[in-house]
């Protein structure tokens, strides 16, 4: 399975401050997604971006959280003011591959 | 209703037993493919396998093996002769279109697994 690489693998963080989670995609993807984990419970979806625009987002992406891609190759998730709750592991996803989803290896994050 | 269940929270089989991971799904599209992923203690999401609404014909791959019957809405997973190696959280997800025409993916709240040696 082609791989889908995040960066940082774990990051610590303090409550109020901004993170920055990226992903590098396969190329020539068009549709890429975020996903989140709080910890022990299932994955739930964030965001999916299309064509470099948001094109559905769940209640959970509120206006704390952003996303681009500002060179055209690295997808990032931004969270401006990091609350307690934002603790979680993150995943971003792509389609278009013959496995369908895509997942990178995900971005732990713990807000203290 | 676009909903994935896996009733079953945790379980511990000894080593070398069969086990089967149950997954009962509800959508409303007629076209949709269901996934099973598996998530090790390092916490990726490893794919396993993906199936497609049209195609009812069960899978095998190696020691483990999928049962999908549109009749039941279910699509479980069974590992045969199981190892310590196969201790994990195991997701089953659906792909589905949403109201905004957009594909998604929604996932049960998983099954973890222990293999007792």
């Known amino acids: 399975e082609p791989e889908v690489t995040q960066t940082p693998s774990h990051q610590v963080t303090q409550m109020g401050q901004e993170v920055i989670l990226r992903c590098v995609p396969i190329?020539?993807?068009?549709?890429f997604y975020w996903y989140r984990q709080i910890l022990g419970q299932k994955v739930e979806f964030l965001v999916s971006?299309?064509?470099?625009?948001?094109?559905?987002k769940s209640e959970i992406f509120d206006d704390q959280f952003s996303v681009e891609r500002p060179d055209g190759s690295n997808f990032t998730l931004k969270i401006r003011s990091t609350k307690l709750e934002d603790s979680a592991m993150y995943f971003c996803?792509?389609?278009?591959?013959?496995?369908?989803?895509?997942f990178g290896s995900g971005t732990r994050l713990t807000v203290v | 209703a676009q909903k994935v269940t896996q009733a079953q929270t945790e379980i511990s089989v000894v080593e070398k037993e069969d086990v089967t991971l149950d997954c009962v799904y509800e959508?409303?599209?007629?076209?949709?493919?269901l996934f099973w992923y598996k998530q090790p203690p390092s916490g990726e999401l490893v794919f396993l396998i993906r199936?497609?609404?049209?195609?009812?014909q069960n899978e095998i791959s190696g020691r483990y093996s999928w049962n999908f019957q549109k009749s039941t809405s279910s699509f479980n997973f069974t590992i045969t002769a199981s190892q310590v190696v196969d201790s994990a959280v195991y997701f089953c997800?659906?792909?589905?279109?949403?109201?905004?025409?957009?594909?998604?993916?929604?996932f049960g709240t998983g099954t973890r697994l222990t293999i007792i040696p």
């Open positions: 996803a792509e389609t278009g591959t013959a496995y369908g989803y895509t």
């Open positions: 190329s020539n993807h068009l549709y």
């Open positions: 971006f299309y064509n470099n625009e948001i094109s559905e």
């Open positions: 959508t409303r599209d007629t076209t949709y493919y």
């Open positions: 199936r497609n609404s049209f195609d009812e």
């Open positions: 997800a659906l792909r589905f279109i949403s109201n905004f025409g957009n594909e998604k993916l929604t």
